[in-house]
């Protein structure tokens, strides 16, 4: 059972940056598929970015451009940098994990974080 902790959220002005942080209880460099995800209050969860286990990189078209994923497997460590923040950026970030991205990368995550909160005012 992988554990997935987030830490780093917090309020920040329209422009700013903040990055987000994900402890994993396992060893990132295996074969896993994982991702950052948001649900703004009254809203879906809508999908943030992803990162697969060669380092591959794929954003939702709200996120291209302005935030990154990376990864530091020496740390087990599951990162999101956020710049250029929007008001509309406001959501619970989660950190997400599956064992394999497979052929929908967005879906069927087994592993979730508990969220942590990104203000953008």
């Known amino acids: 059972h992988v554990q997935l902790v987030e830490s780093g959220g917090g309020s920040v002005q329209t422009g700013g940056s903040l990055r987000l942080s994900c402890a994993v209880s396992?060893?990132?460099?295996?074969?896993?598929?994982m991702g950052w995800f948001r649900q703004a209050a009254g809203k879906e969860r809508e999908e943030v970015a992803i990162?697969?286990?060669?380092?591959?990189?794929t954003y939702s078209d709200s996120t291209k451009g302005r935030f990154t994923i990376s990864k530091d497997n020496a740390k087990n460590t599951l990162y999101l940098q956020m710049n250029s923040l929007k008001p509309e950026d406001t959501a619970i970030y989660y950190c997400?994990?599956?064992?394999?991205?497979?052929?929908?990368?967005?879906?069927?995550?087994?592993?979730w974080g508990q969220g942590t909160q990104v203000t953008v005012s």
């Open positions: 997400a994990a599956k064992r394999v991205c497979g052929s929908d990368i967005w879906s069927g995550y087994m592993y």
């Open positions: 990162i697969d286990s060669t380092n591959r990189t």
């Open positions: 396992e060893d990132t460099s295996g074969p896993y598929c």
